[in-house]
């Protein structure tokens, strides 16, 4: 009786079923894998065997006969419930990756702001400190300007030229 509680469900506590509102997603993800509802049909068939051969002898009780039938039932019940919650995410995901690969743009997420679309990092102007004018550069063989200093790289000087 103590397997009762740890036993079945694999379905039950391991089955991520696709949301409600999955249509109008623009992802999501849920388990598309039957490998928890076979293991608890397996499982299931196992503990059906196992009642069914010593029911069969006369020397089980009915206690166990009781124990193991309700836990072959929660298997299989688990079982029948993750094949059903696994086959609607593989159609939940079908029906995304139509609508993902349909031309056209995807509807809007949230409230268009006024005035159309705008690029956040460009509304509030240039960042503080740019300079309004951008600098030109000026050759390397100039040099710098005041000092004259030559401003090429010490390789660029010794170079013959």
Known sequence: MAQLGI????????????PVDHAHRRYFDCTSTYAPAVGDAVI???????????????????????EGTAMAAALLASAAVGF??????????????????????????GPSPPGGARDPWLAAGPPPGT????????????????????ARLPAERDVPQ
């Open 7 to 18: 036993g079945p469900g694999c379905s039950w506590f391991f089955v991520d079923r696709a």
């Open 44 to 66: 299931g068939g196992l503990v059906v065997a196992g009642v069914l051969g010593a029911s069969a002898e006369s020397s089980t009780d009915s206690q166990e006969t009781v």
């Open 84 to 109: 059903m919650w696994v086959h609607e995410c593989r159609e939940a995901k079908q029906d995304l990756a139509r609508r993902i690969l349909e031309p056209g743009p995807f509807p809007p997420v």
């Open 131 to 150: 300079p309004a004018v951008p600098i030109s550069r000026q050759p390397a063989d100039a040099g710098v300007q005041g000092g004259g200093a030559d």
